[in-house]
């Protein structure tokens, strides 16, 4: 985490971040840097080198609001709360957490999981905006398989931001039993050799915490650790002989 900087200038600098919104706003949902050129009536001369400079303009906007969500602390004060309003209310849109860049996307589910550190225990969103930003949270998992994808290690900081937050309480107080059978499996799948401690730690840490807070534990749930059991990887069957013990 980056030193922090003062009241004034943090609040200005996450006023600017939301002002994607504004810029956005006029996009078609299913925005991507080929296919917006569809918005603006000069189609023939919107370049395909001014598709670029939009898609990157949005990866930079949205590279900044989450350096400065990262600075700040839980609970701040009012000032910096009213200013993170828009910038909430942006990365919610359709533009943003559905992109079609799947770097703009997981940068948009890193600063959705800083909010909702900032805001903890208050859940920041309502029940069907926390659960379609937990599915794109799941889906950002998906980049751990890969250690040489760019997105990779602000997938890693996502899962660990979920895990210190106790954040799969949220979902299963939302009752999403569905998205947490698909976080397992996307657990078990992407484990890798090449995986650091700190990744296996947290994805141990998420799914005990599942297991031991779920009232009941659903038999769909234990038959997919029972089937990773079977599986011949030396290495998931140590990971998983370790996350057995602690049942």
């Given at each position: ?91 919610v ?18 600063c ?51 895990s ?30 090449n ?51 602690r049942?």
């Amino acid at each position: 985490m980056g030193p922090l900087v003062g009241e004034t200038e943090l609040s200005e600098a996450l006023v600017n971040a939301g002002k994607i919104s504004s810029s956005l706003h006029h996009l078609p949902k299913r925005f991507s840097i080929f296919s917006m050129c569809e918005s603006f009536s000069d189609f023939v001369t919107f370049s395909p080198y001014k598709w670029l400079l939009v898609g990157i303009r949005c990866l930079c906007r949205v590279k900044e609001a989450e350096g400065q969500l990262s600075k700040l602390v839980q609970d701040p004060i009012a000032a910096v709360q009213n200013a993170l309003r828009p910038l909430m209310k942006a990365l919610v849109s359709a533009h943003l957490l559905r992109n079609r860049d799947s770097d703009v996307w997981v940068y948009v589910v890193s600063c959705l999981t800083e909010i909702m550190r900032i805001t903890a225990p208050e859940v920041p969103y309502n029940d069907d905006q926390m659960k379609e930003i937990f599915k794109m949270t799941v889906r950002a998992f998906g980049k751990l398989a890969d250690t040489s994808c760019p997105s990779y290690k602000k997938a890693v900081g996502v899962l660990d931001t979920v895990s210190r937050v106790r954040l799969s309480l949220v979902m299963l107080d939302l009752e999403c039993d569905d998205l947490i059978l698909k976080m397992f499996r996307q657990f078990l799948k992407t484990i890798r050799p090449n995986h650091p401690e700190s990744v296996l730690l947290s994805m141990e840490a998420i799914m005990v915490t599942v297991i031991h807070e779920s009232e009941e534990v659903p038999m769909d749930l234990l038959e997919i650790l029972l089937a990773a059991l079977n599986k011949e990887s030396q290495t998931s069957h140590q990971w998983l002989r370790g996350l057995r013990r602690r049942f």
